[in-house]
């Protein structure tokens, strides 16, 4: 999560716990709400509970599916950016 908030622009705090930076991402990038939530609750599970076993296949792929949310993200933002620059240097 953290290399997709610093992707898209919006760095966690140093000191952001994962919850923390799953609800920035969150705010950030709203598709990838979902995601987050599920890739912290298997981080919860398998570091804080002993009885549960964490699911490594839906962190798996919870992780991609932020990955590349991310990267279209950036995408957007890089020919977004790129187009207006463009644009004011032909006014």
């Given at each position: 999560?953290?290399?997709?908030?610093?992707r898209?622009?919006?760095?966690?705090?140093?000191?952001?716990?994962?919850?923390?930076?799953?609800?920035?991402?969150?705010?950030?990038?709203?598709?990838?709400?979902?995601?987050?939530?599920?890739?912290?609750a298997?981080?919860?599970?398998?570091?804080?509970s002993?009885?549960?076993?964490?699911n490594?296949?839906?962190?798996?792929?919870?992780?991609?599916?932020?990955?590349?949310?991310?990267?279209?993200?950036?995408?957007r933002r890089?020919?977004?950016?790129?187009?207006?620059?463009?644009?004011?240097?032909?006014?």
């Open positions: 999560m953290s290399l997709s908030l610093r898209i622009g919006s760095p966690p705090k140093p000191d952001d716990t994962p919850a923390e930076r799953a609800i920035h991402l969150g705010s950030e990038l709203p598709p990838a709400q979902p995601p987050a939530q599920s890739l912290v298997e981080y919860h599970a398998a570091t804080y002993p009885t549960q076993d964490a490594v296949e839906l962190a798996r792929l919870a992780g991609s599916e932020i990955r590349l949310l991310s990267y279209k993200a950036w995408l890089m020919f977004t950016e790129s187009s207006d620059r463009r644009r004011r240097r032909f006014r």
